[in-house]
């Protein structure tokens, strides 16, 4: 027993360890040069300008600075930019609920039922992507607007009688962002779920599980790795989206990203915009760090 | 004794033209060891799933301890299943693994807690509670896979090619302890394998499939030593054919004249049809020397071709002077001659040992 057991554990750490020795081992080290290039040129570096900017002070005219100042991140400490930071959150986690909620039963249709029609499907869920994002969103336009086409339907059947008033609303901003994060909900989800063996759900129906026991206690948390990524896929860049609360949140509805946009481009306040792009993404590290922990303490997660 | 699982006529087919199972007749006693042996595609899995009740048959009936099973789905059934690459919940530890199914019944927690416990034990994984599957070995998982399923003392254990996965020496230590804690016990066992030597030496009763049929069924002295068709004395063990023609009956004998000129004669068992057919000589049955025992019925000439030594036994291929040849299996006992390639001998063996198939 001993010594079968001896084998059949060897440490996974050992296995998964990288240390910079490792990777400067001739072979293989060598395949990260390109991503290092790519991500050091155009992500590292530009960063680097961020975070000094921040800390910038600016002249009578609006420019930046030699010197060192923490009044760009004292500025923020403003209910009107604290309100935007919450709002963005929390349309970003409305949109990503909206997503999980619309895109697992599809995910699930499409991994266990779909048989011969699973490429089918993964084609018809890229299918939007065809056209151009901004033409989509344009699209949310014509049928959200008071005199647009949901409005005519409704009106028709009289379901309302005055003109729905949802474009330039939070809620259209969601609905747009989840229209247009979707398939990257549904493309982790798909992935996990296709993995689930059918053996393992035979046996838990084996064992007594009916079709929903089967689901929450074997399917569902085999699936946790689709949920974490796709949330995580649709959370991440949704929270810093400008261009969809831009077109369907007009005025009310500003998000981070817009406020972002408005100092660089409008306001040239570069320094102001860098500290707050810097706070962004200490936030959404915070709510990553916090997510994954709190996926991983769940007991029947040891997938993750 | 009573029967724990019955299939009356059960057939399954999957679309139009691939048939996995015709009309199977099959009566499972209470508290047996049942072998389902067959090779790849016979439809052995697909018995075990028809009565686990993964597949629904096209045809027939299916009774578990009596009851019919019709529209009843796999987690109403009194059976637990040990699939063949385990199935084990790689999400869950060792301890949740095994008390699945008795917390799906509900079974209060203190009482979960004891009879996981006694699984534990029984497959000797005692202290593996919270471990992962994916640290066990092989030979771990499997006993995991088997605890699983016993804990919840069903009335029928089926188990898929449970071993199938392991090699050669774990197989056979998994093998007498499978036996032994059938015996513990006392549950049906319903054990589909393609290997015949592990039915042979497991269980009660084989039933040997092919090709969606059953072709024979009985006890493993019964299977191995009268096969009833070509295919059963083929797939077991190894087998001397002769191809020929019944010459008639001789009181309760079978006269037979093979192709090759060889008069055999063997006890007349059923219905004989004349005309072609085939008989089967084992060839350890078979004996060999220089001369014939005097008054031996069955026997020939012929020259030794070549011998293959395996250890305790030695295999000599035979060419007889009709041209047919013959593999004669002898134990390598000391004191015996041992025959050179072509040296002249004698083969002679029983009428009992010789066996005319049915088809």
């Avoid at chain 1, 998964?16 to 020795?21: G, L, S």
């Avoid at chain 2, 075990?48 to 529209?71: C, H, K, Q, S």
């Avoid at chain 2, 016993?150 to 090699?167: C, F, S, W």
Wanted: aromatic share 8%; charged share 20%.
């Amino acid at each position: 027993m001993a010594r079968i057991e001896a084998q059949a554990r060897p440490s996974p750490s050992a296995a998964r360890r990288f240390t910079p020795r490792r990777l400067l081992r001739p072979r293989g080290g060598w395949l990260l040069v390109p991503n290092a290039l790519w991500a050091s040129l155009f992500f590292l570096i530009p960063l680097c300008i961020i975070v000094i900017y921040s800390f910038l002070p600016i002249d009578e005219n609006g420019n930046a600075t030699t010197g060192f100042t923490l009044d760009n991140y004292v500025q923020l400490n403003d209910p009107l930019y604290i309100h935007i930071f919450w709002r963005s959150i929390a349309m970003s986690l409305g949109s990503t609920v909206l997503c999980l909620l619309l895109g697992y039963p599809l995910a699930y249709f499409m991994a266990m039922q779909a048989g011969r029609y699973k490429n089918l499907c993964l084609l018809l869920v890229i299918v939007p992507f065809w056209t151009s994002f901004l033409i989509r969103t344009y699209g949310w336009i014509i049928l959200l607007s008071p005199n647009g086409l949901l409005t005519g339907v409704l009106k028709s059947v009289h379901a309302i009688t005055q003109p729905l008033d949802i474009l330039y609303t939070p809620f259209s901003v969601m609905l747009g962002m989840t229209y247009s994060y979707l398939p990257l909900m549904i493309f982790p989800l798909y992935v996990s779920l296709e993995k689930v063996d059918r053996r393992v759900l035979e046996a838990a129906r084996d064992l007594y599980a009916d079709g929903w026991s089967a689901f929450r206690r074997v399917t569902l948390p085999l699936s946790l790795p689709g949920i974490v990524a796709g949330s995580l896929l649709v959370g991440i860049p949704s929270t810093g989206e400008f261009l969809i609360p831009d077109l369907l949140g007009g005025a009310r509805t500003e998000m981070i990203g817009n406020a972002i946009s408005d100092q660089f481009t409008q306001a040239f306040d570069w320094p102001f915009g860098s500290a707050m792009s810097l706070i962004m993404m200490v936030i959404l590290l915070g709510a990553i760090v916090l997510y994954l922990r709190m996926v991983r303490r769940n007991p029947e997660a040891g997938v993750l | 004794m009573s029967d724990d699982v019955t299939l009356a006529g059960v057939s399954k087919r999957f679309g139009a033209d691939v048939v996995a199972l015709e009309s199977l007749d099959l009566s499972i006693r209470k508290g047996e060891f049942f072998s389902l042996l067959g090779p790849s595609g016979c439809g052995k899995t697909t018995t075990l799933r028809i009565i686990a009740g993964f597949e629904t048959p096209t045809a027939g009936e299916v009774y578990v301890g009596g009851e019919n099973m019709a529209d009843r789905p796999p987690n109403k059934r009194p059976v637990n299943t040990v699939f063949q690459s385990y199935a084990l919940f790689q999400h869950m530890n060792v301890y949740d693994n095994i008390a699945f199914g008795l917390q799906q019944r509900k079974v209060p927690k203190a009482e979960i807690k004891q009879r996981v416990e006694a699984a534990l034990r029984l497959v000797r994984l005692e202290g593996y509670g919270r471990r992962r599957p994916r640290e066990l070995s092989g030979g771990q998982q499997q006993r995991v896979a088997l605890a699983r399923a016993v804990v919840n003392r069903p009335t029928v254990l089926l188990l898929d090619e449970p071993l199938g996965a392991l090699d050669l020496k774990l197989r056979k230590e998994m093998q007498l302890e499978l036996k032994s804690i059938q015996h513990e016990l006392g549950t049906t066992f319903v054990y589909v394998t393609h290997d015949q030597e592990e039915a042979l030496t497991m269980s009660d009763r084989i039933a040997v499939m092919n090709r969606a049929r059953l072709e024979q069924i009985g006890e493993p002295s019964e299977i191995y030593e009268r096969p009833r068709t070509r295919f059963v004395a083929d797939f077991i063990g190894i087998t001397n054919f002769f191809s020929g023609q019944v010459q008639g009956l001789d009181g309760d004998r079978v006269r037979f004249l093979s192709d090759g000129g060889l008069n055999l004669c063997m006890p007349r068992s059923g219905s004989v049809k004349s005309g072609p057919s085939t008989v089967a000589v084992r060839p350890e049955k078979i004996k060999i020397a220089e001369q014939a025992h005097i008054g031996a019925v069955n026997r020939c000439e012929g020259v030794v071709e070549d011998v293959v030594y395996l250890g305790s036994t030695s295999h000599h291929r035979v060419r007889t002077s009709g041209g047919e040849t013959i593999i004669v299996l002898r134990q390598n006992d000391s004191g015996t001659a041992v025959f050179a390639p072509g040296s002249r001998v004698s083969l002679w063996w029983e009428p009992e040992s010789t066996h005319l198939l049915e088809d």
